[in-house]
């Protein structure tokens, strides 16, 4: 994949959107082919850290014990410890999993946390998931991982045959928003069976603008 070719798509793509009196994110929709979403190995979940970060601030949501409340006080939007998990039925939970982004959870808890929850993040693709390392040790810090929730962006094939994620804001450097879909571009090549031969096209937009689809590729 060539920089400059992104560069410019990401170019035609602000061309192409009005302004809007909210900052835009910027998408990607990547296209595939010659996978059955039947078979596990062909299905794609994976997470990336932009480098460049998303350019809007992320909801982070602890589920947590006494021993990381505190901690998760002073760095999470939202803490709910365990005691307290009796307390959210079908309703509150459901709002919880509106409000936040990304949800962490205290490892030793998580029996807890997929009873009282699990259902409904899975549902939501919010569940906790220790290859994103949101899985925190009962004495560790919740700072580190909260920091990386702010930069870090799902891929993830729901039941179609195509993979779709903002890259970052509208209000963000061109050069920034390059080297973020590079570095998503790369992590979705390598996780696919087939790499470059699974994608049939990639899209990029604004939130409202109009598609543009990078560098002609056929349909």
Do not use: W
């Amino acid at each position: 994949m060539n920089k400059n070719q992104i560069l410019d798509t990401i170019k035609e793509v602000r061309k192409g959107s009005k302004k809007r009196n909210f900052s835009q994110s910027l998408d990607v929709v990547f296209n595939l082919k010659d996978l059955d979403l039947k078979k596990p190995d062909h299905k794609v979940k994976t997470f990336v850290t932009l480098p460049k970060g998303r350019g809007k601030a992320m909801k982070v949501c602890a589920l947590v014990g006494g021993s990381l409340h505190n901690d998760a006080k002073e760095n999470c939007n939202m803490v709910i410890i365990d005691s307290d998990f009796g307390n959210y039925d079908k309703k509150a939970v459901k709002k919880v999993i509106e409000q936040n982004d990304f949800f962490i959870a205290q490892a030793d808890i998580m029996p807890k946390v997929a009873k009282a929850f699990g259902r409904f993040l899975g549902v939501a693709g919010k569940m906790p998931n220790p290859k994103a390392g949101q899985i925190v040790p009962p004495k560790g810090s919740t700072k580190p991982i909260v920091e990386k929730m702010q930069k870090t962006v799902v891929l993830v094939t729901k039941g179609e045959l195509a993979v779709k994620c903002s890259f970052g804001m509208e209000d963000m450097k061109d050069e920034e928003l390059v080297e973020n879909f590079m570095t998503v571009h790369k992590e979705l090549i390598n996780v696919l069976p087939l790499h470059e031969q699974n994608v049939k096209s990639i899209v990029l937009k604004m939130t409202m603008g109009k598609p543009v689809l990078v560098g002609g590729e056929k349909k």
